[in-house]
């Protein structure tokens, strides 16, 4: 699948199959996060790679919107290190997770955002560190997934020069 494909039906996923990921489908995964571009190039994030089913329900738990963690294939917590950018660099390399992820028939899905200072704990990451997000990943339970986004029109959110010209 080509990169716009990936962008133009990827869709977030909340329920998986029990079916584990191979191994190096997950490495190309955080491959995508840990060669994604950031400002300064400052890298400023960490991937844990959970994919003990434990800690996978326990991560379900401390994410008050993610029960169904529980039942992904893994999940990657997002940690980022102090810096002006990091929010932004480390959601880039989510983003880069994500598409790499759903072009070989991945689903996943975006959980949490910032405040996950529990998930530090369970997971040894040092205080110093946000947990930015936890991301679950996983073969979709839904066999054929199509990519059917509701969206504004390219002319309600593109403009052309100035903001008051449509970009048509």
């Given at each position: 699948m080509d990169v716009f494909e990936a962008v133009r039906t990827v869709l977030a996923v909340r329920s998986?199959?029990?079916?584990?990921?191979?191994?190096?489908?997950?490495?190309?995964i955080i491959e995508a996060g840990r060669l994604t571009a950031s400002s300064m190039n400052g890298q400023p994030w960490h991937f844990i790679v959970?994919?003990?089913?434990?800690?996978?329900q326990e991560l379900?738990?401390?994410?008050?919107?993610?029960?169904y963690i529980a039942q992904a294939a893994l999940a990657v917590v997002v940690a980022m290190e102090a810096s002006r950018f990091a929010v932004s660099d480390a959601s880039r390399a989510i983003q880069s997770m994500i598409l790499t992820a759903w072009s070989d028939g991945v689903g996943?899905?975006?959980?949490?955002?910032?405040?996950?200072?529990e998930v530090n704990a369970l997971l040894g990451i040092p205080a110093e560190l946000e947990v930015l997000a936890i991301v679950p990943f996983g073969y979709p339970a839904q066999a054929k997934m199509?990519?059917?986004?509701?969206?504004?029109?390219?002319?309600?959110v593109?403009?052309?020069?100035?903001?008051?010209?449509?970009?048509e």
């Open positions: 998986f199959q029990d079916k584990p990921v191979p191994a190096d489908l997950v490495r190309k959970v994919e003990q089913r434990e800690t996978l379900g738990r401390l994410a008050r919107t993610g029960s996943s899905n975006w959980v949490g955002f910032q405040g996950l200072t199509e990519g059917k986004k509701r969206r504004k029109s390219l002319g309600e593109a403009h052309r020069e100035r903001f008051v010209q449509p970009f």
